[in-house]
């Protein structure tokens, strides 16, 4: 199932009271809830078109790449990342990220930024960059 950010989509509520900061998408028309943004997003470079990037899970079957930028959005509200260095081995950074409205804000070493969510299904997510920085540098 694919849920695209529209009027279909109801707003977005907090998680938990505990931790306000942590969200889940709801879909209206079948009052599907889905903690789907939680979790490692593989960046999936050959899908994007223009300014949309195009992320997959982990089990997606990749194409063979040198490297590519991965990140994991965790209950806590923290943000990990990982990203190709220039020797091609995995670099490591951690930071937060939010979600207002279906604007996601991530704030990591390498992937600081503002995106707005276009799509979103369980094995699918794909984002346009709001401002300076929201590139994966890749």
């Not at 063979?64 to 930028?69: A, E, T």
Request: glycine share 10%; with cysteine; charged share 25%.
């Amino acid at each position: 199932m694919l849920a695209v950010v529209s009027a279909a989509c109801t707003p977005w509520a907090p998680l938990s009271s505990e931790n306000p900061r942590v969200w889940w998408w709801q879909v209206a028309d079948d009052g599907l809830k889905s903690e789907l943004l939680l979790g490692t997003w593989v960046h999936s470079h050959e899908e994007d078109r223009g300014e949309r990037q195009v992320y997959r899970r982990l089990d997606f079957e990749f194409p063979p790449s040198r490297g590519r930028m991965s990140f994991t959005l965790m209950k806590t509200g923290e943000a990990s990342l990982d990203t190709p260095g220039p020797d091609d081995r995995s670099r490591a950074a951690t930071g937060g990220w939010e979600l207002t409205g279906s604007t996601l804000t991530i704030d990591a070493p390498g992937l600081t930024g503002r995106y707005q969510v276009v799509a979103l299904s369980a094995d699918r997510l794909v984002v346009i960059p709001q401002e300076e920085g929201g590139k994966d540098g890749r």
